[in-house]
């Protein structure tokens, strides 16, 4: 059954059927407020449908939190503001790896946190307080951060927002990059973006995905 979800009387997400294949990756494009981020809510666990149900490689995850779908491969980048501005890089990825074990009192192990900054050479910048970071560099490490997880199916919503327009085909590709083999779902506006880096684009309207079709498509779909 498809995928609702209500907010008083908005209907965020309004009966939405989609798979996503191994490997793939799907960008969501759409109008402010068509209902991409509250799919993804759903998807990640973040939110429990009205109705509907997800699956995850045969397994229902639907009443499954968060970190459960963590544990199983499902991973989402944290929003920005759930970065510690004050709190340094390296603090930040232990508190990341930490969540994943359901914050239990077992001291952070400095390899896991070391293979993720490494892997998004964000390192170097250990020690460094996030606040002091460019724009895309938190956005890097925001990935980095789901990334610690080893996902198999990784959420974005929005990667490039808020990062400068001539650097945004940039951080795609860094991240991209780093992230080969794993299914992607990418909220993103910048067409532009979606076309070089979407395998296939949903197109969403009034919480409902109104087309599927492949990148080169999506310019004559009015979004
Ligand atoms: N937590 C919430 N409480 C009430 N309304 C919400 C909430 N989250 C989203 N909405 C509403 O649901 C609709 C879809 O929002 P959202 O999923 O954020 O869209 P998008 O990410 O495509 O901009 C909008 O009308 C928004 O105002
Ligand atoms: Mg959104």
Known sequence: MSLRKSFGGVKAVDGVSMDVEEGERLAVVGPNGSGKTTLINLLSGLLKPDSGDIYFKGIRVTNKPLHARVKLGIARSFQLPSLYQGLTVRQNAAIAVSALRGFSLRPVDEEDVRDALERFGLWEKRDLPVGSLSEGEKKILDIALAVVARPKVLLLDE?????????????????????????????????????????????????????????????????
């Open 159 to 223: 990667p490039t927002s808020s990062v400068a327009e001539e650097n945004k085909f940039e951080l795609m590709e860094f991240v991209v990059g780093r992230l080969k083999g794993v299914s992607l779902v990418i909220v993103e506006h910048d067409l532009d973006i979606v076309e070089a880096f979407a395998d296939r684009v949903a197109v969403m309207h009034s919480g409902r995905i109104t087309a599927v079709v492949p990148p080169g498509e999506v310019r004559r779909m009015a979004v």
